[in-house]
């Protein structure tokens, strides 16, 4: 056998093989220390970072890859979280900065393995860590020189959010009224648990914190509301209870906000149209002011002591890189960048709900009409609380590379249109969704693009069940599926995935299965599985908490016992791999299984 050089590796490939690197997290007393995750030798792991320098120092070496890291005020210690495998359940760690990978790492806190659920850290070497357990719901401790001390323990769905940083008060969210979509936010007071503060805007509409000012002693406490159906900004007064709102006066919703440095500001993404861009907000005289790209998306930024932000951007054709306000590239990761793709189209459309938004790849050179109706891939997007943007996808890129149309649906249930938007599944979760899905794939069908005999459903997590749930309940209209970590038992999925996402499918479907039966069984893919006709592939964890293998296993044995055309792949991981090696192999499954079942 021939060496494979690097002309024979496919631009697809080289994509998914292009090293990555997220957003640096600053440490606030050492501003030039900084944490960040960034693929190594095709695995994602913690990284040091020196921005004075541009050191980039790998801390962590786990076969699995480490994703969740933070770092102290001081920036001496970097902390991460250990999970097995990818479970999700695991401790932190933490570890002195800059140090080599497996140096000095010790569990500082001494608290049992948890889901996470929040961890906040003091200067004085306090820290709050929220953890979540099927036997206990939630449980926020107060850990300091190792000793832990409970200020919040409930059934319920909550999160730890931001400490103060004079580290007199504690801003969580939480869903003890049962409703963990839409949260209420309570402030306590950190000496003894007390309730400083509590904000509720009642049912369907969610408040959350997103930080204290950085100013110590400064009782102003930044709000995230959906007071007029959408994500909005206010600051409260933790002591009056003061509400002020934020003003932006300009489209879209709150994707995200920090506080700038000296307190003075924010600074605020905005989704709008499916871009995400960012917004600087003097609070003192109200001006909003429009900074960084404006196109494409902005995945990430922070506010920096000198008035500088950092974020991390992206497009549709071109990859992701992080850099500063005049533009300059700040870091890039390590190894040659990824090759570049093609524009995004936006695509709306007339759905039973309302105006559908869609983002539409087609293959380069197909820049007019087209001649031939393409293959279409419908790529359905996960949570379902997100939304598909303007950003860089190698998998969308690969099926262009291949010569597929690609469309990602923006159905109804995805953020960034809005609460009641947002919250429309509710009336039959699933097919809500898959409303829409159809309604964008009929219209590329009708304007000649997509070949009505070559439609592929094709989705992760969420993406991954609408796929099972539309091939069983839409059979004449998909060629042919790809489900990644789907829930394909949802009563099953319930009984199995980690208490966080319980408490989101009580929120969405208004209880449990024992109480509301006929509900997950109307949106269960199991229920359909004997109406799917077209050929099926399955991607899935063995160690997934989100969507667990048991309930995967038992619509596969559902499709073995008709003899269904299905196959399934496996892989030693969670909800999704670090690895570029496992990444790749489960690309090279889809378009194998492509090429051998598509028509």
């Known amino acids: 056998m021939g060496r494979v050089t690097e002309a024979d590796v496919p631009r697809w490939e080289k994509r998914f093989r292009a090293g990555r690197v997220g957003l640096p997290e600053w440490a606030e007393d050492a501003p030039d220390r900084c944490v960040v995750e960034a693929t190594v030798a095709g695995v994602l792991e913690v990284h040091s970072f020196e921005a004075a320098s541009g050191e980039l120092r790998?801390?962590?070496?786990?076969?699995?890859?480490?994703?969740?890291?933070?770092?102290?005020h001081a920036g001496e210690f970097v902390w991460?979280?250990?999970?097995?495998?990818?479970?999700?359940?695991?401790?932190?760690?933490r570890q002195p900065f800059g140090s080599a990978p497996g140096t000095s790492v010790e569990d500082p806190l001494g608290l049992p393995a948890a889901y996470p659920a929040g961890l906040s850290m003091g200067r004085s070497g306090v820290v709050?860590?929220?953890?979540?357990?099927?036997?206990?719901?939630?449980?926020?401790?107060?850990?300091?020189?190792?000793?832990?001390?409970?200020?919040?323990?409930?059934?319920?769905?909550?999160?730890?959010?931001?400490?103060?940083?004079?580290?007199?008060?504690?801003?969580?969210?939480?869903?003890?009224?049962?409703?963990?979509?839409h949260p209420d936010l309570r402030v306590l007071l950190l000496a003894d648990g007390s309730t400083v503060a509590e904000l509720s805007d009642g049912p369907g509409k969610g408040v959350s914190p997103l930080g204290f000012s950085p100013v110590p002693g400064d009782p102003r406490l930044l709000v995230e509301h959906?007071?007029?159906?959408?994500?909005?900004?206010?600051v409260l007064d933790v002591l009056t209870g003061a509400e002020t709102p934020v003003e932006l006066g300009v489209p879209g919703e709150v994707a995200g906000a920090e506080w700038t440095r000296d307190g003075s500001g924010l600074v605020v993404l905005l989704d709008h149209e499916a871009r995400t861009l960012a917004h600087r907000v003097t609070l003192g005289t109200a001006a909003v002011e429009a900074i960084g790209p404006t196109t494409g998306s902005v995945g990430g930024a922070t506010a920096r002591p000198d008035g500088d932000v950092w974020l991390t951007w992206s497009s549709s054709a071109t990859p992701s890189v992080v850099r500063n306000?005049?533009?300059?590239?700040?870091?890039?990761?390590?190894?040659?960048?990824?090759?570049?793709?093609?524009?995004?189209?936006?695509?709306?459309?007339?759905?039973?709900?309302?105006?559908?938004?869609?983002?539409?790849r087609l293959p380069a050179g197909a820049d007019g009409p087209v001649p031939v109706p393409l293959p279409l891939v419908v790529e359905v997007h996960g949570g379902p609380t997100a939304h598909d943007t303007d950003a860089f996808r190698p998998y969308c890129a690969t099926w262009v590379d291949e010569g597929f149309a690609v469309v990602q649906v923006n159905y109804r249930g995805s953020t960034g249109y809005g609460s009641v938007w947002r919250d429309a599944l509710e009336a039959r979760v699933g097919h809500v969704e898959l409303a829409d899905i159809a309604a964008v794939a009929d219209h590329l069908v009708a304007e000649g693009i997509a070949d009505p005999r070559r439609l592929v459903l094709a989705g992760a997590s969420w993406g991954g069940f609408l796929t099972l749930l539309g091939l069983g309940t839409q059979p004449q209209r998909w060629a042919l599926g790809l489900a990644g970590v789907p829930v394909a038992d949802y009563v099953a999925a319930y009984e199995d995935e980690m208490e966080g996402l319980k408490a989101f499918d009580r929120s969405l479907f208004g209880g449990s299965p024992s109480e509301v039966p006929e509900k997950y069984a109307d949106s269960s893919p199991l229920t359909y599985v004997d109406a799917v006709?077209?050929?099926?592939?399955?991607?899935?964890?063995?160690?997934?908490?989100?969507?667990?293998?048991?309930?995967?296993?038992?619509?596969?044995?559902r499709l073995d016992a008709r003899g269904a055309t299905h196959e399934v792949y496996r892989y030693d991981a969670g909800h999704g791999s670090l690895l570029d090696d496992e990444r790749v192999r489960q690309m090279r499954v889809e378009l194998d299984f492509i090429a051998r079942h598509l028509p």
Do not use: K, M
Not at 80 to 93: H, K, L, N, Q
Not at 148 to 166: M, N
Not at 538 to 552: E, M, S, T, Y
């Open 226 to 234: 959906e007071r007029h159906g959408r994500a909005e900004l206010l």
């Open 533 to 557: 006709t077209a050929p099926v592939l399955v991607l899935a964890g063995r160690n997934d908490p989100r969507c667990p293998i048991r309930q995967i296993d038992n619509y596969l044995e």
């Open 80 to 93: 991460w979280f250990d999970d097995t495998a990818g479970d999700e359940y695991g401790v932190w760690r």
């Open 58 to 72: 790998r801390l962590t070496d786990r076969p699995e890859g480490t994703s969740s890291a933070t770092i102290d």
């Open 128 to 181: 709050v860590v929220g953890s979540q357990d099927d036997d206990y719901g939630t449980r926020i401790d107060v850990v300091r020189d190792g000793r832990a001390r409970r200020v919040y323990e409930h059934r319920e769905d909550a999160w730890a959010g931001d400490l103060s940083p004079d580290e007199q008060w504690l801003a969580i969210a939480h869903s003890e009224h049962g409703d963990s979509r």
């Open 325 to 360: 306000l005049a533009g300059d590239v700040l870091l890039r990761a390590p190894g040659e960048p990824a090759p570049e793709s093609v524009e995004v189209r936006d695509v709306w459309v007339e759905g039973e709900g309302g105006r559908i938004h869609a983002l539409l």
